[in-house]
């Protein structure tokens, strides 16, 4: 089982940056053919796909609403993946999580098994 720990949200005013991070652990198991990927959910709001990021670190996927602004990464050495995203606006207030499927490529949001609890991330005009 994958299990998923966000750390990283915060206050920040607009225009600013914030690097949230999200570590990764498997009992006893290889995170590899694991894709891993950002979401949020703000208040009143259906949760909404961020960005998500292949095994391998070299397929990566954006929403419209973020890209250009945020960037997905991973260690695998370190079973980490990371949000840094620089621009925020207040639109971008939400509670971010991450989350695991099996396979090396992102499939979308019915293929997650995992889930992590989540960082508040607010953002001031």
């Known amino acids: 089982q994958v299990q998923l720990v966000e750390s990283g949200g915060g206050l920040v005013e607009a225009g600013g940056s914030l690097r949230l991070s999200c570590a990764a652990s498997?009992?006893?198991?290889?995170?590899?053919?694991?894709?891993l990927g950002w979401f949020r959910q703000a208040p009143g709001k259906d949760r909404e796909f961020v960005a998500a990021?292949?095994?391998?670190?070299?397929?990566?996927r954006y929403a419209d609403s973020v890209r250009g602004r945020f960037t997905i990464s991973r260690d695998n050495a370190k079973n980490t993946v990371d949000l840094q995203m620089n621009n925020l606006k207040p639109e971008d207030t939400a509670v971010y999580s991450c989350a695991a499927h099996y396979g090396s490529v992102w499939y979308g949001v019915k293929f997650v098994t995992n889930w992590g609890q989540g960082t508040q991330v607010t953002v001031s005009s």
């Open positions: 990021v292949s095994w391998s670190g070299h397929n990566r």
């Open positions: 498997s009992s006893g198991r290889t995170l590899s053919n694991y894709a």
